[in-house]
């Protein structure tokens, strides 16, 4: 059985720089790395190769973030991949910018892609949480629509290469070892929160 990995983020060239869309950042490294292009099916954009000597297909949903379930639900089920081979990528406002966290189930903490993930797929996927922090002053809306910040810019392709990393880590390891080998060293970078 592939694994299904899901990049969650808005499409269109208006988004694309946004903390929102930080999944598809990711998924764009990956698909990078698998040497692949995407292909449009399942509302979505889809490549396919091997990822760290697994077969993989790499999603990311054109219907927009509130409703990227219906993507993710039509591909599992065409492909028949179980909740346990889905990987969702996706930001974190509970998380400090950079920190990134490997996690299997839990709620949606009003995150809205992950809630249309709930409704058409269940809850039961692995997530690669891409912390972007809480805004200090706009609202939750404007700051995750909002581009990151020019310093933020400077450390964003690290950012997105240990995100990628820990994807290829859960696809090759399993989500256990990657949690094991990501979270201590972001520990020891002095970004992991207590």
């Keep these: 059985m592939p694994w299904l990995i899901v990049g969650l983020g808005n499409p269109g060239p208006k988004y694309s720089a946004n903390r929102h869309n930080i999944g598809f950042m990711v998924a764009d490294e990956l698909v990078r790395r698998l040497g692949a292009t995407f292909q449009d099916k399942f509302e979505g954009r889809v490549a396919r190769g091997r990822l760290a000597g697994v077969d993989v297909l790499v999603l990311e949903p054109q219907t927009f973030m509130n409703l990227s379930g219906a993507a993710l639900g039509a591909a599992a089920s065409y492909f028949k991949i179980a909740p346990e081979h889905v990987i969702v990528i996706h930001d974190e406002l509970d998380l400090p910018f950079e920190q990134v966290r490997v996690k299997v189930g839990g709620g949606h903490a009003g995150h809205n892609g992950l809630r249309s993930v709930f409704q058409h797929f269940g809850a039961d996927f692995v997530r690669v949480r891409c912390g972007i922090g809480r805004p200090v002053q706009s609202d939750v809306v404007s700051y995750v629509l909002s581009d990151f910040s ?22 090759s390891r399993g989500a256990l070892e990657a949690m094991n080998v990501i979270h201590p060293r972001q520990k020891r970078k002095g970004t992991m929160a207590e």
């Design 150 to 171: 020019v310093t933020e810019r400077e450390t964003l392709g690290a950012f997105v290469d240990e995100a990628a990393e820990a994807v290829e880590l859960i696809v």
